[in-house]
């Protein structure tokens, strides 16, 4: 091979490269286009358990979401479904808080849940300590736009029934949604409110 060769080779490859690397950029943006309060969603119910997966974006820096979403004792000053949330215990990353939340017309509902914050994947980590009709399990996972002023919110939780359910899939994932969008209206809330202290 001679110089020349070589030399077109290298310019093809730099081509591919940045044409690769712009196509990927473009899938990005277009991933943050027109975000609503869901962007994504699904719900699938098998008997006793659900599979939920909700997408949001909210207009702040993933380290201002990351807060309102950690602090979950403050939850019921910010989303409408929460109509108590007590801070019982914290130690380290970790708060078990006292809930009772409301969707719909559904009778409102008691948990106890263990949050856990992994600040390096931007991830709050949640469980059932205890509850009345159904076990909950999942996590926030947050996402930083490519430009750092939107953050994706992906909400996945696997809900098991302790007790038979006297309403149809669709009513609980009509419930789930409700929870969801309240969620992400009370993290733009926080958002917008003026620093404690």
Same mark, same amino acid.
């Given at each position: 091979?001679?110089?020349?060769? *070589?030399?077109?080779?290298?310019? =093809? ?30 719900? @699938? ?6 599979? *939920?997966? $909700?997408?949001? %974006? ?28 007590? =801070?019982?215990?914290?130690?380290? @990353? ?30 709050? @980590? ?13 996590? $926030?996972? =947050? ?11 992906? $909400? ?27 969620? %992400? ?13």
């Amino acid at each position: 091979m001679n110089a020349k060769t *070589i030399g077109g080779l290298i310019v =093809l490859v730099i081509v591919l490269a940045v044409g690769w690397w712009a196509f990927q950029l473009q899938q990005q943006t277009a991933k943050w286009k027109d975000a609503k309060e869901i962007v994504e969603e699904s719900f @699938n119910k098998d008997g006793a358990v659900a599979t *939920i997966r $909700y997408v949001g %974006v909210v207009e702040g820096p993933i380290d201002k979401v990351q807060d309102a979403v950690w602090g979950v004792e403050r939850s019921s000053q910010m989303i409408d479904n929460i109509k108590k949330s007590e =801070l019982i215990k914290q130690e380290g @990353n970790s708060k078990t808080v006292l809930m009772q939340l409301q969707a719909l017309n559904l009778p409102l509902q008691q948990y106890t849940m263990e949050f856990t914050l992994d600040p390096a994947k931007h991830q709050v @980590n949640f469980k059932t300590l205890q509850a009345q009709a159904a076990d909950l399990e999942g996590a $926030y996972k =947050l996402e930083a736009s490519p430009d750092g002023t939107r953050t994706r919110i992906t $909400y996945e939780a696997k809900s098991t029934d302790k007790i038979a359910v006297p309403f149809p899939a669709a009513v609980i994932e009509s419930a789930n949604r409700e929870t969801f969008v309240n969620t %992400v209206r009370g993290v733009e809330k926080a958002l917008k409110a003026p620093p404690a202290g």
